[in-house]
Nanobody
Framework: VQLQASGGGLVQSGGSLRLSCVVS????????TGWFRQAPGKEREFVAA?????SYADSVKGRFTVSRDSAKNTVYLQMDSLKPDDTAKYYC???????????????????WGQGTLVTVSS
């Protein structure tokens, strides 16, 4: 299974970006796909995940939307109302057999993409 994340860039505070994660080797409808981020000097943190339904970190709820396109085997992260605190490298990850209580735990995911950098200027 391989994951290819893209869509990062530089955006002003209040702006929007859409990240994409193309998954190969496994259908996105059969795995949990998650987005995590890591800012410089900070630990990796959960952002959002989706399989049958989406799940969000409190810090992005109402601003970010995770979705998937099964025909393209791609998962998206629409990020609106971006803040400087959202600056980080964003990673997509996938895993099978992940239950609801594990979706926010990066250790539960078997496969990771290379990450895409999001920078939000104030």
């Amino acid at each position: 299974v391989q994951l290819q994340a893209s869509g990062g860039g530089l955006v002003q505070s209040g702006g929007s970006l859409r990240l994409s994660c193309v998954v190969s080797g496994r259908s996105v409808s059969r795995v949990v796909t998650g987005w995590f981020r890591q800012a410089p000097g900070k630990e990796r943190e959960f952002v959002a995940a989706i399989k049958s339904y989406p799940s969000y970190a409190d810090s992005v709820k109402g601003r970010f939307t995770v979705s998937r396109d099964s025909a393209k085997n791609t998962v998206y992260l629409q990020m609106d109302s971006l803040k400087p605190d959202d600056t980080a490298k964003y990673y997509c990850a996938a895993g099978s057999g992940i239950i609801l209580s594990e979706m926010r735990n990066g250790a539960a995911y078997n496969y990771w993409g290379q990450g895409t950098l999001v920078t939000v200027s104030s």
